[in-house]
């Protein structure tokens, strides 16, 4: 609450900054208008991450936190305060709706932007060759759902006080269109923690989930048309049919022309050269196919989709997502955001409306559960259980279905109570299907009812390193080599570590935690995942080799202490070097003996929350490369996890120590410092600095003091 305070008060300062500007009449309202905007997206950009962070402590999908902050920002809530400057407050209403042709510009860029990402994340010769039980459920998921959604809101829909609908009105097609909708993301998550995503049951959910996504689209272009000319003249089921048959005919033949077009177009975007380019063009055509499919009344995002489903299997992939992720951070938690803020929560308030939400997500959840259990039952692969697994891995609604009410709600198909009650549909099933889930694949029992063969099952190999910097390495060098072997890659969790590759009818998974790596395969694919690991590691090891013949570290480390004139490091330094870590008297007689020294100080202060962690991180990074330096200095450092913040104790021994220096003389400085591995510190920042301080004057100073408190004062340069 005081976070979203401060966000309030910092936009009262900025309106009231802009309010008394003068100007003439257009070009105020113009500038008033841009200033709005950028006003609205920065509290959005805070709201999301915030949102964000706050869903996963608590081990919820991001996007859920995202909607729930959109809502609290919103028109409904503290958006609509009134403000110095905005007496209508930061999301004003207009005309019964919260985002300004300027916002919903951006929102619209946003959806855009995230379809052709799914698109390039799809991964084609799995669509090509997706399992007969994969699309059995993909689309008994999807019809189910959508008659029972469409049903319910026919039977219902005069208790909420909408009067009679038709089956091809657009709240009950509409409301059974978003209830097809499957977001894999979550399932994902609960699969890799299980590490299941390369089980019968995590394949054929992935599988199933390409098929849901193609025809929920397909179903969004129809409903569209049919709500388009439902409100010209009345319809009749041919006129309906050409409908369906215009938006799947031009979907299909879109997505294979730019399938058999994609090496080319690939070689055409490859011919610019830049890295950065070959992305920003990709976009480009993604904007102009989204700009003609809603030009022929078919929705922009579809196009979107096209463009990143034809570029999918091409060898740019991998550029066009690394260099879009930093532009798909930026604009999609906003796009989430702005769906929270045209939720109006009191509008769903009333007995009618509560009851009709639960009830709908109670009966859609049903339908998708049976729709896409049911085919996996009968399939004579899955028996109740491995049913189960993949009816409760169908069941998450999130970025699609969140899409697909937004165009509803824009495109006056849905009334803003009946948005609001889509959102809570979407939100309800991101919540509860991860506990659902966990639960379904506790144990050892199999899901299928004739137990794999031992050349199919699937087995764990895992590989040690000895740092975690090194195993992240590797991982980078392991997608390029699977990509090079004509694996197509899966980012299945970026922060998390987790990732897929698919060839023909080869699956293998790979997770990285900490400095392990652990892949996941049928027994068959061990040898070729050895192999794999082996010859990334022997160019690995090359790589190193390489690295140590031209280093002079000498050269650099003395550098360090190149004096420069013009900074004055002490008033920063001070703050890391408390009076009470400083001694101007070691008793050690080895190197190991003044380290251990420092330590045992800082650790009788309660400094250090870990004492053997941080002595073990510390040798670790002293083996690689001795820290003494030159002039009697040593700055034994480390990242560490045994220290919450950064830390620092110095101490002088005046008869000298051998510390391996760079120019071989005896060490009678010595500077430990410590830093937290897994948080933010400014460990560079204060190397440079003491380094600075520790100049000829500085260490005249320093062997000159004869109590602590006298050196502590002399670092601090009086």
Avoid at 409 to 432: D, E, H, N, P, W
Avoid at 707 to 717: C, D, F
Wanted: aromatic share 6%; charged share 15%.
């Amino acid at each position: 609450m005081k976070k979203t305070a401060l966000i309030c008060l910092c936009a009262m300062a900025a309106t009231t900054a802009w309010a008394g500007v003068g100007m003439s009449a257009p070009h105020e309202a113009l500038s008033h208008r841009m200033a709005l905007l950028v006003l609205q997206l920065g509290v959005m950009l805070f709201a999301a991450r915030l949102g964000g962070m706050f869903a996963e402590r608590l081990r919820l999908p991001s996007v859920t936190g995202e909607l729930l902050a959109g809502v609290a920002v919103g028109p409904f809530a503290l958006g609509g305060i009134a403000l110095p400057g905005l007496p209508d407050g930061l999301f004003p209403l207009l005309a019964d709706f919260p985002l300004s042709p300027e916002l919903y510009g951006v929102c619209s860029l946003a959806s855009v932007i995230l379809l052709f990402m799914i698109g390039l994340e799809t991964d084609v010769r799995l669509f090509l060759r997706y399992s007969a039980t994969g699309s059995l459920v993909g689309v008994g998921g999807v019809v189910f759902s959508y008659v029972a959604g469409s049903a319910l809101v026919v039977a219902l829909a005069p208790v909420l006080g909408d009067g009679p609908v038709g089956w091809l009105d657009p709240f009950p097609v509409f409301m059974g269109i978003i209830a097809t909708a499957t977001s894999v993301g979550i399932t994902a998550r609960v699969l890799a923690d299980r590490r299941k995503v390369d089980s019968p049951e995590g394949s054929t959910i992935l599988s199933a989930a390409i098929v849901d996504d193609v025809l929920g689209i397909i179903l969004l272009a129809i409903g569209l048309g049919v709500v388009g000319s439902s409100q010209d003249n009345g319809l009749d089921w041919r006129h309906i049919g050409g409908i369906a048959l215009k938006a799947a005919g031009i979907w299909v033949v879109a997505t294979a022309i730019g399938l058999a077009a994609s090496q080319k177009i690939g070689l055409l975007l490859k011919w610019f050269g830049d890295r950065s380019a070959i992305a920003v063009l990709a976009l480009g055509l993604a904007l102009i196919l989204a700009g003609l499919f809603e030009g022929v009344g078919l929705a922009m995002i579809i196009g979107a989709y096209v463009a990143g489903l034809s570029l999918s299997g091409t060898d740019i992939n991998r550029v066009i997502r690394e260099k879009m992720d930093p532009v798909q951070s930026l604009l999609v938690p906003v796009f989430f955001v702005a769906m929270g803020t045209l939720v109006n929560v009191r509008l769903l308030l009333s007995g009618p409306t509560i009851l009709f939400g639960l009830l709908f997500v109670f009966v859609v959840g049903l339908a998708k559960l049976a729709g896409c259990g049911l085919p996996a039952r009968l399939s004579g692969v899955f028996n109740g259980l491995g049913a189960l697994r993949i009816g409760l891995g169908m069941l998450p609604r999130g970025e699609v279905g969140l899409i697909m009410a937004g165009v509803a709600l824009a495109s006056g198909a849905l009334t803003a109570r009946q948005f609001g009650i889509a959102v809570f549909m979407i939100l309800t099933t991101s919540v509860i299907v991860s506990p659902l889930l966990s639960r379904a694949f506790a144990g050892s029992a199999s899901g299928l009812i004739k137990p794999a063969s031992a050349a199919s099952r699937q087995r764990e190999v895992s590989f040690r390193f000895p740092s975690e910097p090194m195993a992240d390495l590797l991982t980078g060098k392991l997608l390029r080599a699977f990509e090079a072997e004509g694996f197509f890659v899966h980012t299945l969790h970026r922060r998390r570590h987790l990732y897929q590759f698919r060839k023909n009818k080869t699956v293998i998974g790979l997770a990285r935690r900490n400095a392990d790596l652990m892949f996941t395969c049928a027994q068959a694919e061990i040898p070729f995942v050895n192999t794999a690991m082996y010859e990334v590691v022997a160019d690995f090891e090359q790589t190193l080799k390489e690295l140590r013949r031209p280093l002079n570290t000498a050269a650099i480390g003395r550098r360090m202490q190149e004096k420069d004139p013009g900074v004055i490091a002490q008033p920063a330094l001070m703050r890391y070097i408390p009076p009470d870590a400083v001694t101007t008297r070691l008793d050690g007689q080895t190197k190991e003996e003044v380290v251990d020294e420092l330590l045992a100080l800082l650790d009788a202060r309660g400094y250090l929350t870990n004492r053997k962690k941080a002595r073990e991180d510390l040798w670790a990074r002293e083996s690689s490369l001795s820290t003494g330096m030159q002039y009697g200095i040593a700055i034994p450092h480390g990242r560490t996890d045994g220290v919450n913040r950064l830390v620092c104790a110095v101490g002088v021994k005046r008869e000298g120590v051998d510390f391996q220096s760079i120019d071989g003389e005896p060490t009678r400085i010595i500077v430990l410092t410590l830093s937290p591995k897994h948080l933010v510190a400014p460990h560079m920042q204060f190397m440079a600095m003491i380094s600075q301080a520790l100049g000829e004057e500085g260490r005249a100073r320093i062997l000159a003091a004869e109590t602590p408190e006298a050196l502590w004062q002399a670092l601090a340069g009086k």
